[in-house]
């Protein structure tokens, strides 16, 4: 303010240095100074009030008579059965001038008659009268004390103002005015009835205290705004406002009294007041529209309305601190505190009602709980912080919405609802029970519970992105349905416990005391990280789905735990990763579906009992498949010394390498070894290399597949076979022994064995040999025993043989080429009886056909360039031998020429 009259008033000094240049000469003209002022009487005429201007009568002291301004001279001394001044005429202002007109306990101070109008009368006493002023309409009264009447301290008519007055110790009301008319800054004290009475106005700023019936009653269309209200006890009829219909009661304060507002009618707009320490604070029928300031407490909200906190408010012994009767009511605590003492009861009770909502507040040291809204519908709570409470801390109802509120050191749960709850950005800690709980159809979201009993506790609901630990029991304890996303439990007893039905998705379990999951049965559990859980990462019952799961370092306080543990079945156990715990995948019963988990670095990766379907995702070596199984790599593996990298202990067992290779190390074992006699196993695509033992040992094997298999510099043989087994398309090369082993009955098919330290095929009895590659074996290229076949074969540069066969063999359309490569050897030799040798094309070698043994038959074969092209014992059965190593004979140009054969013995054998 001080700024804006420096601004108005410096344009004002400018102009009045500007002033000589605007109004010209300033030299007064000669001659004597005339005054230019007019007489005051002449502005404002002023008539006194005495015998002589304004003579009484038989009812009054004083009588104005005519319109215009008055002023008394003196203090007047009233008279038995006269009044005061009674004024006749409109349009008049008295100003009493600070004197007092004093009565004799009847008559009227001042008053006006029927017919006058438009009184005015200001500064002043008016004191021990009947009435002290009484005014028709359009009065205006102010700066007048008023007192000790016998009845009315000022009453006036419609239209009117009161302002600056004060009526004290009259014998009925203090002030009363009529319809459209305003009290201000007034005072009524210590009236036997109201203080201040009006109908359609405003009364403001107004102090009314110890007044016998109303502070202030306004029956209608009136705003009672900004005043003060007090009696000075509690008990009888004393009410601080008091209103009827239509009114607007707004930032009053009102202290003491049988009733602090009293509002008796509908549609009135309360708003704003502070109501205090009266016998009952509020009498309100339903209707209105209430925005309370509540200032004390116990209060009984019993109205649908708006209440906001004044400040701190503190309880009392046995009693809740806002006891909530009505629907529709809203609770803003202002960002002040609800604090119990000893013995208090709730801080906010709600009975059979519905629609609360609560916010922005702190609700501390209550007895039973913070806020006991149970078996209540739609309960909203928003930025409420409840603490030190001697049960729940936010108990409520159906369908509620709770927002950023926290609960801690609660004797009982932190949060509870019932169903249809949506829990947002909630905190509960160190609480007795659960941390947050709720039932059927709730949704919890991004909430964190830590230090309770329990952290999580629902039915049927749904929880969200939340965070629970260091709470002693379970962090999220579930059930019936309930679904658990994108949360994380830490440092726990348990993490999650999850009952039927429910899932449990992208979570992570890490440091809890026990269990990172536990599931009872038909849960699904996929995609969480489960790390350093002192016992299993993930343990399940029956009917559960247990998939792309990652559990790392689990049974890290007992030693004992495992990645994934089922206790029984059906269970299906996909895609999961489990390492550095005692046991990777531990499966107690049969029946479950284990298929492409990646297993590695436990100190035992597999503890399953046998009637399992496995499909294993091997990713860590060395490891025993000790059931039927089907395994398959993640990668390249590397061996560990004193080992073998896979050891077969089951029957049915497949395993795909899946393009990977086996790698050995030194003073490793074999890369694949079947150990016992074993049925069914099949091992493909993949290499097993650098192994210290052979690359596969499965002579132990019957019945069994290989296929697409590398074996290569392997200290021992490449690859060895049983009985009844069947290799396709494998290649074995520098291996240290044989590059490939039949045991008898089976089929070496489309393999290549190159390079090996012993011979490239060793077959056993009746074994199939056909389309195969054998080249620079150290010793034989190919040999088979009893009763087996070798054909379409190609063998080159064999240290000894290039094909080597027992009795009974067919041996039959081979090629084979510098056999006895640095050594002695044939390109076939046959060392029993009964061969069929058939075909075959021998080059280069020591002999060409070798047959040691009588009975054999030898047909159709051609030898070119070996020492001795054919060497064969008697006793044998052989197509005539032709010699064609004569020069040829001249070229042929044309359509025809004679065979240079020597015969057309369709058995006959060459050489060239």
Same mark, same amino acid.
Request: net charge negative.
């Given at each position: 303010m001080t700024h804006l009259i420096a601004r108005l008033l410096c344009p004002l000094a400018t102009l009045a240095v500007l002033a000589p240049a605007l109004a010209g000469d300033l030299t007064p003209p000669p001659g004597p100074i005339q005054s230019t002022m007019k007489p005051l009487t002449d502005v404002e005429p002023r008539v006194a009030v005495n015998e002589l201007n304004t003579p009484g009568d038989d009812n009054a002291i004083y009588v104005i008579a005519s319109p215009g301004a008055y002023y008394l001279t003196d203090n007047l001394v009233g008279e038995a059965g006269k009044d005061g001044i009674r004024i006749d005429a409109a349009n008049v202002t008295l100003d009493l001038m600070g004197f007092t007109l004093s009565g004799a306990?009847?008559?009227?101070?001042?008053?006006?008659?029927?017919?006058?109008?438009?009184?005015?009368?200001?500064?002043?006493?008016?004191?021990?009268?009947?009435?002290?002023?009484?005014?028709? +309409?359009?009065?205006?009264?102010?700066?007048?004390? @008023?007192?000790?009447?016998?009845?009315?301290?000022?009453?006036?008519?419609?239209?009117?103002?009161?302002?600056?007055?004060?009526?004290?110790?009259?014998?009925w009301s203090g002030i009363s005015v009529g319809i459209a008319s305003a009290v201000n800054a007034c005072i009524a004290h210590s009236n036997t009835q109201h203080g201040i009475v009006i109908g359609k106005g405003i009364v403001s700023n107004c102090t009314c205290d110890a007044n016998g019936l109303a502070g202030i009653y306004a029956s209608y269309e009136t705003v009672v705004c900004d005043n003060m209200c007090s009696a000075p006890t509690m008990g009888g009829s004393a009410v601080g406002i008091h209103v009827d219909a239509l009114n607007r009661v707004v930032n009053n304060l009102v202290y003491g009294g049988s009733r602090g507002l009293q509002v008796d009618g509908v549609n009135n707009d309360i708003s704003g007041n502070s109501v205090q320490a009266a016998l009952d604070n509020y009498s309100i029928v339903p209707g209105n529209r209430l925005n309370i300031l509540l200032c004390q407490i116990p209060e009984s909200i019993d109205w649908p309305c708006t209440v906001t906190l004044a400040g701190d408010l503190t309880g009392v012994t046995a009693q809740h601190g806002i006891a909530v009767n009505a629907d529709h009511v809203t609770i803003d605590l202002? #960002?002040? %505190?609800?604090? #119990?003492?000893?013995?208090?009861?709730?801080?906010?009770?709600?009975?059979?009602?519905?629609?609360?909502?609560?916010?922005?507040?702190?609700?501390?040291?209550? &007895? *039973?709980?913070?806020? /006991?809204?149970?078996?209540?519908?739609?309960? =909203?709570?928003?930025?409420?912080?409840?603490?030190?409470?001697?049960?729940?801390?936010?108990?409520?109802?159906?369908?509620?919405?709770?927002?950023?509120?926290?609960?801690?050191?609660?004797? $009982?749960?932190?949060?509870?609802?019932?169903?249809?709850?949506?829990?947002?950005?909630?905190?509960? @800690?160190?609480?007795?029970?659960? !941390?947050?709980?709720?039932?059927?159809?709730s949704t919890i979201q991004s909430c964190t519970a830590h230090d309770n009993d329990r952290g999580f506790y629902a039915y049927g609901s749904s929880i969200g992105a939340s965070v629970a630990y260091l709470n002693t029991a379970a962090g999220f304890q579930v059930d019936d349905g309930t679904s658990l996303v994108d949360c994380s439990a830490v440092d726990n007893a348990d993490g999650i416990i999850a009952g039927t039905r429910c899932t449990v998705t992208n979570c992570a379990a890490q440091s809890n005391d026990v269990s990172g999951i536990a599931a009872s049965g038909s849960a699904r559990i996929t995609g969480c990280d489960v790390v350093s859980n002192g016992g299993d990462g993930i343990l399940v019952g029956n009917l559960c789905d247990v998939r792309s799961n990652r559990c790392y370092s689990n049974g890290a306080g007992s030693g004992t735990g495992a990645g994934i543990h089922a206790t029984s079945s059906p269970n299906s156990i996909v895609d999961n990763t489990c390492g550095f715990a005692e046991r990777g995948?531990?499966?107690?019963?049969?029946?479950?579906?284990?298929?492409?988990?990646?297993?590695?670095?436990?100190?035992?990766?597999?503890?399953?009992?046998?009637?399992?379907?496995?499909?294993?995702?091997?990713?860590?070596?060395?490891?025993?498949?000790?059931?039927?199984?089907?395994?398959?790599?993640?990668?390249?593996?590397? &061996?560990?010394?004193?080992? +073998?990298?896979?050891?077969?202990?089951?029957?049915?067992?497949?395993? *795909?390498?899946?393009?990977?290779?086996?790698?050995?190390?030194?003073?490793?074992?074999?890369?694949?070894?079947?150990?016992?006699?074993?049925?069914?196993?099949?091992?493909?695509?993949?290499?097993?290399?650098?192994?210290?033992?052979?690359?596969?040992?499965?002579?132990?094997?019957? /019945?069994?597949?290989?296929?697409?298999?590398?074996?290569? /510099?392997?200290?021992?043989?490449?690859?060895?076979?049983?009985?009844?087994?069947?290799?396709?398309?494998?290649?074995?090369?520098?291996? !240290?022994?044989?590059?490939?082993?039949?045991?008898g009955n089976g089929t070496i098919l489309e393999c290549v064995a190159n390079a090996n330290t012993q011979t490239g095929i060793l077959a056993g009895d009746s074994t199939v040999v056909a389309n195969c590659e054998a080249a620079f074996n150290a010793v034989?290229?190919?040999?088979?025993?009893?009763?087996?076949?070798?054909?379409?074969?190609?063998?080159?540069?064999?240290? $000894?043989?290039?094909?080597? %066969?027992?009795?009974?063999?067919?041996?039959?359309? +081979?090629?084979?080429?510098?056999?006895?490569?640095? !050594?002695?050897?044939?390109?076939? =030799?046959?060392?029993?009886?009964?061969?069929?040798?058939? #075909?075959?094309?021998?080059?280069?070698?020591?002999?060409?056909?070798?047959?040691?043994?009588?009975?054999?038959?030898?047909?159709?074969?051609?030898?070119?360039?070996?020492?001795?092209?054919?060497?064969?014992?008697?006793? /044998?059965?052989? $197509?005539?031998?032709?010699?064609?190593?004569? !020069?040829?004979t001249a070229a042929v140009t044309g359509n025809s020429a004679a065979s240079t054969m020597s015969t057309t013995d369709p058995w006959a054998n060459f050489a060239y």
């Amino acid at each position: 303010m001080t700024h804006l009259i420096a601004r108005l008033l410096c344009p004002l000094a400018t102009l009045a240095v500007l002033a000589p240049a605007l109004a010209g000469d300033l030299t007064p003209p000669p001659g004597p100074i005339q005054s230019t002022m007019k007489p005051l009487t002449d502005v404002e005429p002023r008539v006194a009030v005495n015998e002589l201007n304004t003579p009484g009568d038989d009812n009054a002291i004083y009588v104005i008579a005519s319109p215009g301004a008055y002023y008394l001279t003196d203090n007047l001394v009233g008279e038995a059965g006269k009044d005061g001044i009674r004024i006749d005429a409109a349009n008049v202002t008295l100003d009493l001038m600070g004197f007092t007109l004093s009565g004799a306990g009847d008559g009227v101070g001042v008053h006006n008659a029927l017919t006058a109008g438009k009184i005015t009368i200001v500064n002043g006493f008016v004191t021990a009268w009947g009435d002290g002023i009484v005014l028709r +309409n359009f009065a205006h009264v102010e700066d007048v004390t @008023s007192t000790y009447n016998t009845y009315s301290g000022i009453e006036v008519g419609n239209t009117s103002l009161i302002r600056n007055c004060i009526a004290a110790f009259n014998g009925w009301s203090g002030i009363s005015v009529g319809i459209a008319s305003a009290v201000n800054a007034c005072i009524a004290h210590s009236n036997t009835q109201h203080g201040i009475v009006i109908g359609k106005g405003i009364v403001s700023n107004c102090t009314c205290d110890a007044n016998g019936l109303a502070g202030i009653y306004a029956s209608y269309e009136t705003v009672v705004c900004d005043n003060m209200c007090s009696a000075p006890t509690m008990g009888g009829s004393a009410v601080g406002i008091h209103v009827d219909a239509l009114n607007r009661v707004v930032n009053n304060l009102v202290y003491g009294g049988s009733r602090g507002l009293q509002v008796d009618g509908v549609n009135n707009d309360i708003s704003g007041n502070s109501v205090q320490a009266a016998l009952d604070n509020y009498s309100i029928v339903p209707g209105n529209r209430l925005n309370i300031l509540l200032c004390q407490i116990p209060e009984s909200i019993d109205w649908p309305c708006t209440v906001t906190l004044a400040g701190d408010l503190t309880g009392v012994t046995a009693q809740h601190g806002i006891a909530v009767n009505a629907d529709h009511v809203t609770i803003d605590l202002g #960002g002040h %505190a609800l604090i #119990g003492v000893a013995g208090a009861l709730s801080g906010i009770y709600m009975s059979a009602f519905e629609n609360l909502t609560i916010r922005n507040g702190t609700i501390r040291d209550w &007895g *039973d709980y913070g806020v /006991n809204a149970f078996f209540r519908a739609n309960v =909203h709570a928003e930025n409420v912080h409840i603490s030190d409470v001697g049960d729940t801390g936010l108990l409520i109802g159906d369908d509620a919405q709770l927002t950023r509120c926290s609960a801690t050191r609660c004797g $009982g749960a932190g949060i509870a609802a019932i169903s249809g709850a949506i829990v947002t950005e909630c905190v509960a @800690s160190h609480c007795l029970n659960m !941390g947050i709980n709720v039932s059927y159809g709730s949704t919890i979201q991004s909430c964190t519970a830590h230090d309770n009993d329990r952290g999580f506790y629902a039915y049927g609901s749904s929880i969200g992105a939340s965070v629970a630990y260091l709470n002693t029991a379970a962090g999220f304890q579930v059930d019936d349905g309930t679904s658990l996303v994108d949360c994380s439990a830490v440092d726990n007893a348990d993490g999650i416990i999850a009952g039927t039905r429910c899932t449990v998705t992208n979570c992570a379990a890490q440091s809890n005391d026990v269990s990172g999951i536990a599931a009872s049965g038909s849960a699904r559990i996929t995609g969480c990280d489960v790390v350093s859980n002192g016992g299993d990462g993930i343990l399940v019952g029956n009917l559960c789905d247990v998939r792309s799961n990652r559990c790392y370092s689990n049974g890290a306080g007992s030693g004992t735990g495992a990645g994934i543990h089922a206790t029984s079945s059906p269970n299906s156990i996909v895609d999961n990763t489990c390492g550095f715990a005692e046991r990777g995948l531990d499966i107690d019963a049969g029946g479950n579906l284990i298929s492409k988990n990646i297993v590695r670095d436990n100190v035992d990766n597999y503890d399953i009992v046998g009637s399992n379907r496995l499909d294993l995702l091997l990713s860590h070596l060395p490891e025993s498949i000790d059931w039927p199984a089907t395994v398959t790599l993640t990668g390249d593996l590397t &061996g560990v010394s004193g080992s +073998n990298g896979i050891t077969i202990a089951a029957d049915n067992v497949t395993i *795909d390498l899946g393009g990977h290779a086996l790698v050995g190390v030194g003073g490793s074992l074999d890369g694949i070894n079947v150990s016992g006699s074993r049925r069914n196993i099949a091992i493909r695509n993949g290499t097993a290399r650098n192994w210290a033992g052979d690359g596969i040992d499965a002579a132990s094997a019957g /019945n069994a597949q290989f296929e697409n298999l590398k074996v290569s /510099n392997n200290t021992g043989d490449g690859l060895r076979v049983g009985v009844d087994c069947a290799a396709r398309a494998c290649s074995a090369l520098n291996n !240290g022994g044989d590059g490939i082993e039949g045991g008898g009955n089976g089929t070496i098919l489309e393999c290549v064995a190159n390079a090996n330290t012993q011979t490239g095929i060793l077959a056993g009895d009746s074994t199939v040999v056909a389309n195969c590659e054998a080249a620079f074996n150290a010793v034989d290229g190919i040999r088979v025993a009893t009763g087996s076949t070798v054909r379409h074969c190609t063998v080159r540069g064999s240290v $000894g043989d290039g094909i080597e %066969a027992g009795t009974s063999c067919t041996i039959a359309e +081979n090629h084979t080429d510098l056999s006895g490569n640095g !050594g002695s050897g044939a390109g076939v =030799h046959i060392t029993g009886t009964g061969c069929r040798v058939e #075909g075959n094309t021998c080059l280069a070698a020591d002999r060409g056909v070798d047959v040691d043994s009588t009975g054999n038959l030898i047909i159709r074969n051609t030898a070119r360039s070996n020492t001795t092209n054919y060497d064969i014992v008697a006793g /044998n059965r052989y $197509g005539p031998i032709i010699d064609i190593t004569a !020069g040829g004979t001249a070229a042929v140009t044309g359509n025809s020429a004679a065979s240079t054969m020597s015969t057309t013995d369709p058995w006959a054998n060459f050489a060239y």
